[in-house]
């Protein structure tokens, strides 16, 4: 069994009675990139809850339950076949959301979505999302615009998985966990990293003790720390910085026009 579904528990808790509190709610970038009248329609809907490792949030095939807008930490996106494996196919954190399809009527999840690091995330119900992108044009964009960059960036990352070597994946993958965390150590086991690759764990480890020898990364019990960012990005394939241009673009302010 990958790694990355190992004690993996579904969020099926209720909703907590807790409000998301005004300054968390600029730490997801998607919410933060709305204006103030059009995120108003949202924002009493919206509860704040906390997220630990290995929590599923949505699965692939199945009803979309709530829609998560992390304030932090990194879920994966990971596509299922057939033997049970699980592959990563997108990388999110507070630059994304998960199940923001649910907002234009989508009903089933098209990948799992797995917290890989604890967090704490805005949720709401898929008919609020919904109730809110039909009253605003601002919303509806949004929506329509992250769906749009977010498939952009799965097909990259399935077209990476498929060609490129797994040194520049690996590369590649730490470069972005990186980007969603503060701090230059991603806590993550070769273990976990030959699951979300699809590689055996040996492999991961001579490429890690590789580039720690380059002193690219420092490599511990449970965590690396990337020691050289400049070399690592150099190593990385160039998806890498095509997926970073995407994740701009995701929470670029919105440009509302008026037909």
Not at 40 to 63: C, F, I, R
Not at 166 to 190: K, M, N, S, Y
Request: a neutral charge.
């Amino acid at each position: 069994m990958s790694p990355t579904l190992l004690s993996m528990t579904e969020n099926t808790a209720p909703f907590p009675a807790k409000a998301v509190e005004e300054e968390a709610i600029g730490r997801n970038r998607l919410l933060a990139a709305l204006p103030a009248a059009d995120f108003a329609l949202l924002a009493p809907h919206l509860v704040e809850v906390t997220l630990d490792s290995g929590t599923l949030l949505q699965e692939q095939g199945q009803p979309i339950k709530r829609v998560y807008f992390p304030h932090g930490g990194i879920v994966s996106l990971l596509g299922i076949l057939p033997e049970g494996h699980a592959v990563d196919t997108a990388t999110l954190g507070r630059d994304g959301a998960i199940g923001l399809s649910a907002g234009l009527g989508s009903r089933i999840g098209s990948s799992r979505a797995v917290v890989q690091l604890p967090m704490r995330a805005a949720q709401v119900v898929p008919a609020r999302l919904a109730e809110a992108a039909g009253e605003s044009r601002a919303v509806r964009d949004m929506i329509v615009r992250y769906n749009d960059i977010l498939f952009a960036q799965v097909q990259q990352a399935v077209a990476c998985n498929t060609v490129h070597h797994v040194q520049e994946r690996l590369c590649r993958w730490l470069l972005q966990a990186h980007d969603r965390i503060d701090g230059d150590t991603v806590p993550f086991t070769q273990e976990f990293l030959s699951g979300l690759l699809g590689v055996q764990r040996t492999t991961v480890t001579a490429i890690c003790r590789r580039l720690q020898d380059e002193r690219v990364l420092d490599v511990r019990r449970g965590r690396i720390h990337i020691h050289d960012f400049g070399a690592l990005e150099r190593k990385a394939c160039a998806c890498y910085r095509i997926m970073r241009r995407l994740t701009d673009q995701m929470s670029a302010p919105l440009q509302v026009t008026f037909d």
